[in-house]
């Protein structure tokens, strides 16, 4: 693999409206540090793309969002969300998440009917009205284009969906909870191309609505679909611009040889 | 060698085996219920055993079989629930775990007498429970309790941790994970375990000869008061089982028609078993099926 210089960076500051700011992050897993010293904001109402090598530790710094590194790895630096310092040890968690949704890599519908996929955790916030649950129901179905395919067997298990529903089908959980930011890691890596291109139209759609962050291989995903790019190296945030920027002139020699297929 | 030969022998002696395996069982529970099977009858099923003339019954030992596994399965599941959820959900992975696993596996394979008899010095003598279903069912338990243990533990790992992670990604506690989404993901796997504990209940005779005693005294199917010492519900009353009447009649019976009654309850006992096992599977899918609204 070539060598780039990790402390050379070219991160463009957007006077926008920002969902999150991380300051300084570093993420260790035990003594092995993974995420060095990143600052970086997800403005909001956009798609940001993560791109970067397998290892560069996208995974970890978008879980980190959402807290879901506690009692995995120790995670320091200021991670800012509606002006609260969100890894605070103070902050309620389970609170953060409601605001902060996950969709992962393999599907991970639970072993109950499509509509307690959706029901489940609502009902455990707190949520018992029945016409309230049904509105979410078909709300968050609707938003991720599953709707007219299950509006006939919401009752049936979830695990008799195919890779491609079973994936929309935990992206309606996640905005179910109504949440401000949506963190997808490599959501569609897993499936086929049509599938992929429905997940895809679903994304652009909810992106109106969800300020989404997105880990993805993909390279035309990237550009087809997010507003920014963050690419990381290493565990190093090496360039952050405009996707038209990233694709079209990058600044750093790592993020080049990377999106042109040179790298390593 | 060419691979499909090999593959062929290999199949044909995979398949030898099994053949051997299913061949030794159907024989045994086959000779079992051909011999037994004709001494099974209405009254043989409903009327108390019989110390010296012939024409005894097993009812009583019926009962007391399936009442002791009640008992102990009340006493021993939500114990082994406990500690099986910590074990696989919230232990850490340190020397002290290890310990207390190895410690389980131990406990799992005392040898029945000795616990029966350690039971005997600490419940029946020392407090003076007496030969009596809740000692037999404490007993049990000891046995049991590992094996349970064990098998919820296992089930509830073998639940992909993809779940957990998109139950904590939707703001829910561990513990709300837990019991909300992988407990009731491993339930075909929990049954299992109840199952395999239950054949030994119905099985075990040493460690209830001291425990549970040898004598099955008068009781009144009709008495539903827990504290009267005729009641079939009291636990505190001796409760010769199944599994030790068979030994008893075959180690000093002396009634005409001894060997008739143990070849009669040891085709009972079988069968007992083998429904026990239905009705576990039964309620077990409708249980999982309700839960996870499977088809
Ligand atoms: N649970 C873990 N325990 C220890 N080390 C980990 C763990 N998860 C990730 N790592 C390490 O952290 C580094 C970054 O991993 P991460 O999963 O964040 O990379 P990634 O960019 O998401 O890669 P990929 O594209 O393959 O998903 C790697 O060196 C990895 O070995
Ligand atoms: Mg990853």
Partial sequence: MKNYNLNQQYVRDFAVENAIEAHHVNV?????????????SFPRFKVTAMIGASGSGKSTFLRSINRMNDNVATVDGDIMYRDVNINDDKINVYELRKHIGMVFQRPNPFAKSIRENITFALKKHGIKDKKELDQRVETSLKEAALWDEVKDKLDESALSLSGGQAQRLCIARAIAMKPD?????????????????????????????????????????ASRMSDYTAFFHQGHLIEFNKTSHIFTRPKMQATEDYISGNFG | MNPKVVNKIATGVIYGLVILVVAILAALIGYILVTGVPHISWHFLTSPAQSFLAGGGIRDQLFNSIYLLVLTLIISFPI??????????????????????????????????????????????????????LSGAIALTFFNLPLLTRNIETSLESVSSLQRE???????????TITGIILPAAVPGIITGIILSAGRVFGEAAALIYTAGQSAPFVDYTNWNIFSDTSFLNPLRPAETLAVHIWKVNSEGITPDANAISSGSSAVLIIVILLFNIFAHWIGNRLYKKMTSSK
């Fill in chain 1, 181 to 221: 930011v949506l963190l997808l890691d490599e959501p569609a890596s897993a499936l086929d191309p049509i599938s992929t291109s429905k997940i895809e139209d679903t994304l652009n759609r909810l992106k109106e609505k969800y300020t989404i962050i997105i880990v993805t291989h993909n390279m035309q995903q």
């Fill in chain 2, 80 to 133: 082994a629930l406990g500690a099986g959820i910590y074990l696989a959900e919230y232990a850490p992975k340190n020397w002290f775990t290890e310990i207390i696993k190895t410690t389980i596996e131990v406990l799992s394979s005392l040898p029945s007498v000795v616990v029966g008899l350690f039971c005997y010095l600490l419940f029946v003598v020392q407090m003076r429970m007496g030969f009596s279903i």
């Fill in chain 1, 28 to 40: 260790s897993y035990g003594e092995h540090q993974s995420i060095f010293d990143v600052s970086l």
């Fill in chain 2, 166 to 176: 998109a139950g904590l990604s939707l703001g829910l506690s561990q513990w709300k």
